[in-house]
């Protein structure tokens, strides 16, 4: 049989496109609310994908979801440090007084009784935003991306009980943001 | 279980990721526990308020245009087989163990026990994990199981028909020592995984796809069979009624 390695097959390419592409919201999702900006997003989604059809080759699993993630993952932590570097704010979906100073503080003290708002789409996609890194990944690939605690623990490379107790502390945060949310007069 | 063990886990018990005695553990906690079982409550109303809010956002069309256009673009689909390589092996990186990883895990054993099998295949697959007795003599291969495994796995040769029998090799699945028949069908590997079963019944086979590869699963006699190939689905229906019907009958295998 002919092994093929050539980026310019077309079989291989037609291959990469149906596993691939059927993901593409998804990982523009994640990179949304990793980077918080949807320039970025649109270019790390598209670095994405054009690192995983140079390694398609090596792709044998596990799903395909959880891999391109992974590489997604990278390509965002590529853009943390080229932040870091030049130190212009390129946040835009949470606002100044949000943005770096988290909204939250620990759930302890929040009334267990009480009901919570309904909030609107936009709200909790803000809330969410302002959540604190590594909390907001752990909690946007369950909650948004629905990806098991398995498959979170190998796209961020920590172990399973690493990844329970992140999202027990995301979901407490943005609880208490939640709350804090309903009491400012709109 | 402490409020401040079940605080933690409550939120595996929300998406569904304990197994059914650690889900009663914790359940048993929060039915004696009004603290706690107000948290279960307000995080599974936060938790559907978010999934029907629907937070996603839709990638732009130009994004999906820039992508596709930087893809070679394709012209007639072509079914050629192409060898590919192993070199990420993401499936097969071991998690890390922690004190609580060991109970997280999926109620659905037989989905989670298929997707072992296919990661006990991609396992193989990496350079030297093939097999660990290499011989197309199915009377070498059998008797290397001896004293390895609590059931000698059946070893036929389907050389002659078109399966070439290639090894055998000890794995791991479920916890457990597994017995791995290596077959080959030009340059595809069909893994084909042997584990006893208390159930004598026998089932009949179906086929299912996972990760990009077939599996082809069946009881009988008291063992269960998963064979695991990127095979195409009708050949690896052809394998298994193949080796199935080469049984030698009346024996335990």
Redesign the interface.
């Known amino acids: 049989?002919?092994?093929?390695t050539s980026?310019?097959?077309?079989?291989?390419?037609?291959r990469?496109?149906d596993?691939a592409?059927p993901h593409?919201?998804?990982?523009?999702?994640l990179a949304?609310y990793l980077l918080r900006n949807?320039d970025d997003?649109?270019d790390a989604?598209?670095d994405c994908?054009?690192r995983a059809?140079k390694?398609f080759?090596?792709?044998?699993?596990?799903?395909m979801k959880p891999?391109l993630f992974?590489i997604l993952r990278n390509v965002c932590r590529a853009e943390f440090v080229r932040r870091a570097s030049s130190p212009t704010s390129t946040i835009e979906d949470v606002p100044d007084d949000a943005g770096q100073t988290p909204l939250w503080h620990e759930a302890q003290e929040t009334p267990?009784?009480?009901?919570?708002r309904?909030?609107?789409?936009d709200t909790?996609?803000r809330l969410?935003s302002a959540l604190a890194e590594p909390f907001r990944e752990t909690f946007v690939l369950?909650?948004?991306n629905n990806l098991?605690?398995?498959e979170i623990?190998?796209v961020v490379e920590a172990?399973?009980?690493?990844v329970?107790?992140r999202?027990?502390r995301a979901?407490a945060m943005?609880?208490s943001a939640?709350m804090a949310e309903e009491e400012q007069p709109k | 279980m402490t409020c401040d063990e079940a605080e933690i886990l409550l939120h595996a018990l929300i998406d569904g990721e304990l197994d059914a005695g650690h889900a009663r553990e914790v359940e048993d906690h929060i039915a004696g526990c009004p603290g706690c079982t107000a948290q279960v409550r307000a995080y599974r109303e936060m938790s559907r308020t978010i999934a029907d809010a629907d937070l996603r956002y839709t990638a732009p069309p130009l994004l999906r245009r820039r992508i596709e256009a930087a893809l070679p673009q394709a012209r007639q689909p072509n079914r050629r087989a192409v060898l590919r390589g192993f070199a990420m092996g993401s499936a097969a990186s071991a998690i890390a163990a922690t004190g609580l990883v060991a109970i997280v895990l999926r109620g659905d054993d037989e989905a989670r026990i298929q997707s072992e099998v296919v990661s006990a295949h991609l396992r193989s697959l990496q350079a030297g994990h093939l097999t660990d007795v290499l011989s197309t003599d199915q009377h070498t291969v059998k008797p290397w199981f001896n004293g390895k495994l609590d059931v000698a796995p059946p070893v036929v040769d389907l050389t002659s028909q078109g399966f070439t029998l290639i090894g055998g090799r000890l794995d791991y699945v479920d916890a457990r020592p597994i017995g791995a028949i290596v077959y080959r069908r030009r340059s595809h590997v069909i893994n084909l995984f042997v584990a006893q079963t208390a159930s004598t019944d026998r089932h009949a086979a179906k086929i299912e796809a996972l990760q990009g590869f077939n599996i082809r699963r069946w009881s009988e006699r008291g063992l269960n069979y998963w064979a695991v190939s990127d095979l195409a689905a009708d050949e690896l229906a052809e394998f298994g009624e193949k080796f199935q019907a080469s049984m030698p009958s009346g024996t335990a295998g």
């Open positions: 049989m002919p092994v093929s980026n310019d097959d077309p079989d291989r390419a037609r990469f496109r596993a592409l593409l919201d998804e990982a523009y999702t949304r949807a997003a649109e989604v598209q994908y054009l059809f390694h080759d090596s792709y044998r699993g596990p799903a891999w992974a267990e009784t009480q009901m919570l309904r909030w609107d789409a909790i996609r969410v369950r909650e948004i098991s605690y398995r623990a190998d172990p399973v009980g690493t329970m107790s999202l027990a979901r943005l609880r939640w």
